[in-house]
């Protein structure tokens, strides 16, 4: 058995390198398994791979990483500070909605990475993610709430790729992730707090 104390994030990318579990292998150039601290203290979940980043290995580096960067910048959260990954590690063909069999073949992946970053944050960005970790219907009636599950917290917000084509959800992204950077910060003060008393 595998437990978090013998497991890692480099044996988890590894794997998932080389990862023949579902049909979607067939068709990467680069599966993506996600990156950044193991400290981290909020993990963005997106929705796959796109081009960009089926090129590079790496998650969020095309127009939607684009979007993202500036917007982890606006909030003030570094992204060397974060761990960003996606609900499928490999790019799904033209881009479209990963299918269940494929979520479901790469969870354990997710699970795993989770269980040793325990993130005091899970970021969702967008429908994809949403529906997938918490059965969640409509990302924009929920944006900007944190929900709670099984004892982990959840922010939910929207996919960066929706504003490339609609710019006024650029705005809605960024106040929402200042608001995420705020309650982040609010809890190491109360926390610090604790402490010293
Ligand atoms: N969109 C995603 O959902 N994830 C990425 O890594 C890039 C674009
Ligand atoms: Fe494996 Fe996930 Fe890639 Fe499917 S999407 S091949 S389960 S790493």
């Known amino acids: 058995m595998t437990g978090p104390a ?5 044996k988890i990318a590894a794997e998932v390198r080389g990862c023949p579990l579902c049909k979607l292998a067939r068709t990467r150039k680069n599966a993506v398994p996600g990156e950044g ?9 997106g929705e796959a791979p796109g081009r960009s980043e089926d090129e590079k290995g790496r998650p969020f580096v095309g ?10 910048k606006k909030a003030g ?10 609900v ?9 909605v990963p299918e269940e069999d494929e979520a479901v073949a790469c969870r354990p992946y997710l699970d795993r990475q989770i269980a040793i970053i325990r993130p005091k944050v ?9 529906s997938s970790l918490l059965g969640g219907n409509s990302i924009t009636a929920n944006r900007g709430k944190i929900v709670e599950k099984a004892g ?12 490339i ?17 705020k309650e982040i910060k609010d809890k190491k003060e109360k926390s610090s707090l604790e402490n010293y008393l």
């Open 88 to 96: 499928v590690k490999c790019r799904p063909p033209n881009n479209r």
């Open 77 to 86: 959260i570094e992204r060397s500070q974060v761990f960003i990954t996606n």
């Open 37 to 45: 601290q193991l400290a981290a203290k909020i993990m963005f979940i």
């Open 165 to 181: 084509y609609n710019r006024s959800l650029l705005s809605v992204l960024e106040a929402d992730l200042k608001k995420l950077a």
């Open 63 to 72: 127009a939607a990483g684009r979007i993202l960067d500036d917007m982890l």
């Open 6 to 10: 013998e497991d890692s994030l480099e």
């Open 122 to 130: 899970i970021c969702i960005l967008g429908k994809t993610a949403y």
């Open 152 to 163: 982990q917290k959840y922010f939910l917000t929207i996919h960066p790729a929706a504003a």
